[in-house]
């Protein structure tokens, strides 16, 4: 009897046997995230609301550039989920994470409609906010670059992938996970991340905050099995980790770092206090440079983190995530609103 050739983490097919199990280390990335189980309606966005009226009007002007990206950013990251990554990862365990980071993206996304329900009560500034990727420019230029990262998978602009028959195939889905882990989930929202702590820094949103701090431990989670992904398929496929493919990653990197500057400009104007668009250009070259290096290729930029704030969430996302559970629960206050890894 001839046995049945084991299968690589990106061969074509659709492994449906969990055991003996091939990649026991995604289960268990999946078993951690059941226990990472957050909703909504714990979130208290309550005293959010009177914060808002004491915010200036440039200040106002980047929470509502926030909001709207956060209301299309993860509904990208759910589409390349199910019309890439669950397609071509052929694991049984890993698919089980997937189905997971899949409902951790729809929380995700319910809770950026509750901030844009809450935040913006005018029925004129939500559509505008959801919007954004067509009518907001440093928006719309940031999701440019997912869709031309992932333009082979998604079927904008090239001819989508069915299969990962050939080498070229292979390569081209490395690039568009590697632009999900590293640019999407590890520096447009790691970026946007920091706008919030810096209010929270100041004593302001606790309620944004706390989803936040739930929302950048999911993301950091995500990001961290997608790379574990990539380790995967280099130690199945080390001839696709060349030069070639390091340029491009870098390429793509810088590119990123570009689009979410762009965006730091749009909210940042000349500068608020503490935060600025130089002070931001160098967190994003500082967490470039960490992606790059979590790849095992060379830094680009050599930059520092500026935001001490920053360094401090990642000490507190090492606490027990249940000693922090809030105890209040409110959602989408009604009323009027007026608006005037690692780190």
Request: proline letters at 4%; hydrophobic letters at 40%.
């Amino acid at each position: 009897m001839t046995a049945t050739p084991v299968k690589n983490l990106l061969d074509p097919g659709f492994e449906l046997t969990l055991r003996p199990m091939r990649y026991p280390d995604f289960y268990e990335r999946y078993r951690d995230a059941i226990k990472n189980t957050w909703t909504v309606e714990e979130v208290d966005l309550h005293s959010d609301v009177a914060d808002l009226a004491k915010l200036t009007p440039g200040e106002q002007h980047m929470i509502g550039r926030l909001v709207a990206f956060f209301a299309t950013g993860d509904s990208i990251v759910s589409n390349n989920l199910v019309l890439t990554l669950y397609k071509h990862i052929n694991s049984p365990e890993a698919r089980l994470y997937l189905s997971r980071q899949l409902y951790e993206e729809a929380v995700h996304v319910q809770f950026y409609l509750t901030l844009l329900d809450t935040y913006l009560p005018d029925p004129a500034d939500r559509a505008a906010a959801f919007d954004a990727v067509e009518e907001i420019p440093s928006i719309r230029e940031k999701a440019q670059f997912c869709f031309r990262w992932m333009a082979n998978f998604d079927g904008r602009g090239a001819e989508k992938i069915d299969r990962l028959e050939s080498r070229e195939d292979r390569r081209r889905f490395l690039l568009n996970l590697i632009c999900f882990a590293a640019c999407i989930e590890g520096l447009f929202f790691y970026g946007a991340f920091a706008y919030v702590y810096w209010f929270r820094s100041r004593g302001l949103l606790h309620g944004l905050a706390t989803g936040t701090n739930w929302v950048f431990r999911d993301e950091t989670m995500h990001m961290s099995f997608a790379f574990d992904v990539v380790d995967t398929v280099r130690k199945e496929d080390p001839g696709l980790f060349d030069d070639a493919l390091r340029e491009e990653v870098t390429a793509m990197l810088r590119e990123a770092v570009d689009a979410e500057l762009q965006f730091g400009r749009d909210l940042c104007g000349d500068g608020l206090p503490g935060m600025n668009t130089e002070s931001m250009r160098a967190y994003l070259e500082c967490v470039a440079d960490q992606r790059l290096a979590r790849l095992g290729f060379p830094p680009l930029y050599g930059s520092q983190n500026p935001f001490s704030f920053m360094e401090l969430q990642g000490v507190q996302e090492l606490t027990n995530f249940f000693e922090r559970r809030p105890s209040a629960y409110q959602v989408a206050v009604e009323g009027t609103v007026a608006l005037d890894e690692d780190f």
